[in-house]
């Protein structure tokens, strides 16, 4: 009579018992692409703006230095009485300044370029930026999903548990068990789902507006198999807006060095001028009405050896920014070797944890048979199951680390397109 109660437990057992997908889709009611969330706060974020702003400023400069190739006009009026007054009309062109119009205008263009190329560089921190919280965006909300599957298999498996319990073949101390298994699972969700308010918070901020739409990130296969170390480092010095900015503020440098020397040459300018009426006291004289036109030649070199002192001063800036140079191309290198270590880690690893999965699925299976058939333990057919969803955790995260680690190495060597996005695999 037993042998026959327990054949029907398992035959239930076997009807409402369901398999639950390893995927899960959203229920997300509406969605929207990562990258409109970036190309939106690359139109907006206040940073950008700046960068914009300095740009139009930088053009102010150049036309300023551009305009001084050009005659100077300029006024004097000079009153000592009713009767004693002078207009002096000056007009001014410069024919030879030793350098001085030429490397004002060498520096302003130098910082013209700086200003893009900073423009550049705060895209792609942003991008950056949205990168990282993307990271932990994604993996609290395939954690949650796998999560979310645990529990559903857990609570099957409580289905299963309160039919051997109404048969005395199991007892409360097997329930216990079972719920705190499931109390352990939804105290993770308390804590995943916060990771995933937060990380969309962070999308929020950089974005600038409310995001109540399910993140979507299409990712595509970018690197080769094989990634050549060399070829990476070979393209981020080429393409990196940093080390593209350092070489703006090194050209500034010597601008301000050739301009340092310049003031020690005289300046040759040819001046045409109009006086009208004077001011000094000679009964003598007619008030001046004259117009002029000579060559001017004058120089200042400042007080005392100031001039020399400039010079040197300048050279070391020049210096300063080489080895300034040098320090954030091996900050950037180092970064680099991370990502790509850690990406070659994440593919090495997401294919074992794939098996794993495999193996740990047919343990279950395995498990839960050998216990219908009173070979197994309830506490190996809970702890298979336990394994088998910590193993797809796992595999969720090394997925995601891998595909993000992807997206920056792409980003790190010039494969993004700063403006549009758009992703090239020519790597």
């Known amino acids: 009579m037993k042998y026959i109660l327990l054949l029907s437990i398992i035959f239930l057992n076997?009807?409402?018992?369901?398999?639950?997908?390893?995927?899960?889709?959203?229920?997300?009611?509406?969605?929207?692409?990562?990258?409109?969330?970036?190309?939106?706060?690359?139109?907006?974020?206040?940073?950008?703006?700046?960068?914009?702003?300095?740009?139009?400023?930088?053009?102010?400069?150049?036309?300023?230095?551009?305009?001084?190739?050009?005659?100077?006009?300029?006024v004097d009026?000079?009153?000592?009485?009713?009767?004693?007054?002078?207009?002096?009309?000056?007009?001014?062109?410069?024919?030879?300044?030793?350098?001085?119009?030429?490397?004002?205008?060498?520096?302003a263009k130098a910082l013209q370029k700086e200003a893009n190329h900073e423009l550049d560089e705060n895209r792609y921190k942003l991008i950056?930026?949205?990168?990282?919280?993307?990271?932990?965006?994604?993996?609290?909300?395939?954690?949650?999903?796998?999560?979310?599957?645990?529990?559903?298999?857990?609570?099957?498996?409580?289905?299963?548990?309160?039919r051997f319990m109404n048969a005395g073949a199991l007892s409360q101390t097997d329930k216990?068990?079972?719920?705190?298994?499931?109390?352990?699972?939804?105290?993770?969700?308390?804590?995943?789902?916060?990771?995933?308010?937060?990380?969309?918070?962070?999308?929020?901020?950089?974005?600038?507006?409310?995001?109540?739409?399910?993140?979507?990130?299409?990712?595509?296969?970018?690197l080769p198999m094989q990634v050549d170390a060399d070829k990476l480092v070979n393209y981020l010095q080429e393409f990196h807006p940093t080390l593209k900015m350092m070489d703006a503020k090194i050209l500034a440098a010597i601008a301000e060095v050739d301009n340092a020397k310049a003031k020690l040459w005289p300046s040759l300018v040819l001046r045409g001028e109009h006086v009208q009426g004077s001011v000094y006291d000679d009964d003598n004289s007619e008030p001046e009405n004259e117009t002029l036109v000579y060559f001017s030649l004058n120089v200042s070199t400042g007080a005392g050896l100031s001039g020399l002192s400039n010079i040197?001063?300048?050279?070391?800036?020049?210096?300063?920014?080489?080895?300034?140079?040098?320090t954030k191309l091996k900050e950037l290198l180092d970064k680099l070797m991370a990502d790509y270590t850690?990406?070659?880690?994440?593919?090495?690893?997401?294919?074992?944890?794939?098996?794993?999965?495999?193996?740990?699925?047919?343990?279950?299976?395995?498990n839960e048979r050998l216990f219908l058939s009173q070979k197994k333990s309830w506490l190996d057919l809970v702890n298979s199951l336990s394994e088998l969803n910590k193993q797809k955790v796992k595999y969720t995260e090394l997925l995601i680390d891998?595909?993000?680690?992807?997206?920056k190495i792409a980003l790190k060597t010039g494969k993004v397109n700063l403006e549009t996005l758009e992703v090239s695999s020519d790597i």
């Not at 880690?345 to 294919?351: I, M, N």
């Not at 891998?402 to 997206?407: A, D, R």
Request: with cysteine.
């Open 312 to 326: 040197d001063k300048a050279k070391i800036d020049i210096s300063r920014t080489k080895f300034e140079k040098s």
């Open 77 to 107: 009026y000079s009153v000592k009485s009713s009767d004693k007054n002078q207009i002096t009309a000056r007009l001014e062109q410069p024919i030879w300044t030793g350098g001085k119009l030429n490397s004002t205008y060498d520096k």
């Open 176 to 222: 216990n068990l079972l719920n705190s298994r499931i109390a352990s699972i939804s105290s993770d969700l308390i804590i995943t789902k916060s990771k995933y308010k937060v990380s969309n918070i962070q999308l929020e901020i950089l974005t600038g507006k409310k995001i109540n739409c399910n993140v979507i990130f299409n990712h595509q296969d970018i």
């Open 14 to 74: 076997l009807q409402g018992n369901e398999r639950v997908a390893y995927a899960e889709g959203s229920n997300s009611s509406c969605s929207i692409e990562f990258e409109q969330l970036v190309l939106d706060g690359l139109n907006t974020h206040p940073s950008i703006e700046m960068s914009r702003e300095t740009i139009k400023g930088a053009q102010f400069e150049v036309d300023s230095a551009k305009w001084g190739y050009f005659p100077s006009p300029s």
């Open 128 to 162: 950056e930026n949205y990168i990282d919280a993307l990271k932990e965006y994604l993996k609290a909300q395939e954690k949650i999903t796998v999560l979310n599957q645990n529990k559903k298999q857990f609570y099957e498996l409580s289905k299963m548990l309160d």
């Open 402 to 407: 891998k595909n993000i680690l992807e997206y």
């Open 342 to 366: 850690n990406y070659i880690t994440a593919v090495s690893h997401t294919q074992m944890v794939e098996e794993d999965i495999k193996i740990a699925q047919l343990i279950f299976e395995s």
